[in-house]
């Protein structure tokens, strides 16, 4: 298994190879710039030179990026759009010079203006950045999501839809997060359900596109449609669905990233609770 976790980067992009290692990471997930910000610090040599040196000196595989919480590709609102649009750009270019193969991203919200107007400018927003960013070598993850409010995103069909429709659908990969399908009606609490629900995602979107997992438990409940994290067997989800996923050949060789609560003092519990199931 490659198992890992979302980590800081506080102090500096480096240092999330450091926690990422501390913690006996194979792979970690980190933010490049501060999530509920619009604006990032343009990204230095030094600020690159580091990442890299620290990085090369240990056995840490991927590292993923994950997009900014404010982001909203599919907005309605041409300012929100192009704010998006170019904080987006920012980090796949950075991204891009940092050597990181993927950006984990959410689909956005309509806002109102319904999921075909939301998927349809998600997909324009995807293109414009695929034809105006010098990034060749990411790709971008959609991740699968809770379904909050207006949010896209919480049916495997809107993934498939967006990859379909766009003009690089090469570009796309998909990032599985198992509080998130469960909270938006997928049930992955027994064996078979788990079985089924992978059955789901192969027959829509397949197999091949599944890059990364999000293993958190669900605070919030089956079908809530709310986003709600939670230690690892502590929520409504439990230990089934993670020793599933853990020993199932399929997922041998996909990044698996925790996003549970409390990662200063929690991260290492979650981490050694999933190792002991992959036993
Ligand atoms: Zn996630
Ligand atoms: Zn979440």
Request: charged share 25%; glycine share 8%.
């Amino acid at each position: 298994m490659i198992l890992g976790a979302h980590v800081s980067t506080s102090g500096g992009l480096h240092n999330a190879i450091k926690n990422g290692t501390d913690l006996q990471c194979d792979t970690i997930q980190i933010f490049l710039r501060n999530p509920n910000q619009w604006q990032g610090k343009s990204p230095t040599p030094e600020i690159v030179e580091k990442f890299t040196a620290a990085w090369s000196e240990t056995d840490l595989g991927e590292v993923i990026a994950h997009d900014i919480h404010l982001s909203n590709l599919a907005s309605p609102k041409p300012d929100v759009l192009k704010k998006s649009r170019q904080a987006f750009r920012e980090q796949m270019e950075l991204a891009q010079l940092l050597d990181l193969r993927y950006i984990v991203t959410h689909l956005g919200a309509h806002l109102g203006e319904g999921e075909t107007f939301g998927l349809q400018q998600l997909t324009d927003s995807f293109d414009f950045l695929f034809e105006n960013t010098e990034a060749p070598d990411v790709m971008l993850l959609l991740e699968t999501t809770a379904g909050q409010g207006t949010n896209l995103g919480y049916r495997f069909e809107h993934l498939r839809d967006v990859i379909g429709m766009s003009k690089y659908p090469d570009r796309f990969g998909v990032c599985l997060d198992t509080c998130h399908v469960f909270a938006a009606g997928y049930d992955i609490r027994t064996e078979s359900d788990c079985a089924a629900t992978f059955k789901q995602f192969d027959d829509i979107i397949g197999l091949e596109r599944l890059k990364a997992f999000h293993l958190n438990d669900a605070k919030s409940e089956y079908q809530s449609r709310v986003d709600r994290h939670e230690h690892i067997g502590e929520g409504n989800i439990g230990t089934t669905a993670f020793t599933y996923i853990l020993h199932d050949a399929r997922f041998a060789e996909i990044p698996l990233i925790i996003e549970t609560p409390q990662m200063k003092t929690m991260h290492e519990v979650n981490l050694s609770i999933l190792r002991k199931l992959k036993l």
